[in-house]
Each structure stands twice: as C-alpha cells, then as structure tokens.
Nanobody, 122 residues
Framework: QVQLVESGGGLVQAGGSLRLSCGAS????????MGWYRQAPGNQRELVAT???????NYADSVKGRFTISRDNAKNTVYLQMNSLKPEDTAVYYC????????????????WGKGTLVTVSS
C-alpha cells in the first residue's frame, strides 16, 4: 500500500512563509510527477505546482514568484516553500503523487494525501 503524508501546515501572518512537506511511502516502484493542490471552502480543488522526477516544474499563475516546489527523489518527498503568503492562499493543501506500485509496475496511478490546512491571517 502507498501512503502520502503532508506536514508543515499551520497559521501564519500575511507576508510570512511556510514550508510544506509530503513523503510517499509503501510498496513503490517509481514515483513520477508529484504536486501540490489546494482547496478553499466553496472552491474547486486547484493545481498549485507540480514537479517531474527530472525536476521540471509548473506553477499556477497565482503563486508564481512566491512558491517553490522541489523534491528529494531518494526520499520520495516533495516540498512546497511558500513565501509572501496572502490571505487568499488560505486553503487545505493536498499532496499528489503519480506513481507506480510494485505489484503493478506498468501502470501509473495518482495517490493523494489527506491534506494540511494553511491559514494566512491579514
């Protein structure tokens, strides 16, 4: 089985920073794209940033220049450094990993973490 566990969420003042982490564990054959998504009350879940195993990144326009996604392939861990936080960044942040499990290594499947709440106060 595969488990994604996020950490690093919390309460921060506008203009502050937080660093989120998400580690994938279990019977993993290969981790492909990893990313962060967020969902605020009443909104759809939206992409924040993704990163490939090779390090190519993609960001939502709303976070470009403020957030940085990175990963440690040896640890199957993805990070999201969030700087210059704004109240509108308040949301539950979810980690996603597109990976292949050992029992079915020829198929890539998305796995989701349970989410971590980020609250930015004004």
């Amino acid at each position: 089985q595969v488990q994604l566990v996020e950490s690093g969420g919390g309460l921060v003042q506008a203009g502050g920073s937080l660093r989120l982490s998400c580690g994938a564990s279990g019977s993993i054959f290969r981790v492909n794209v990893m990313g962060w998504y967020r969902q605020a009350p009443g909104n759809q879940r939206e992409l924040v940033a993704t990163i490939t195993s090779g390090g190519s990144t993609n960001y939502a326009d709303s976070v470009k220049g403020r957030f940085t996604i990175s990963r440690d392939n040896a640890k199957n861990t993805v990070y999201l450094q969030m700087n210059s936080l704004k109240p509108e960044d308040t949301a539950v942040y979810y980690c996603k990993a597109d990976l292949q499990v050992k029992v079915v290594p020829n198929q890539s499947v998305n796995y989701w973490g349970k989410g971590t709440l980020v609250t930015v106060s004004s």
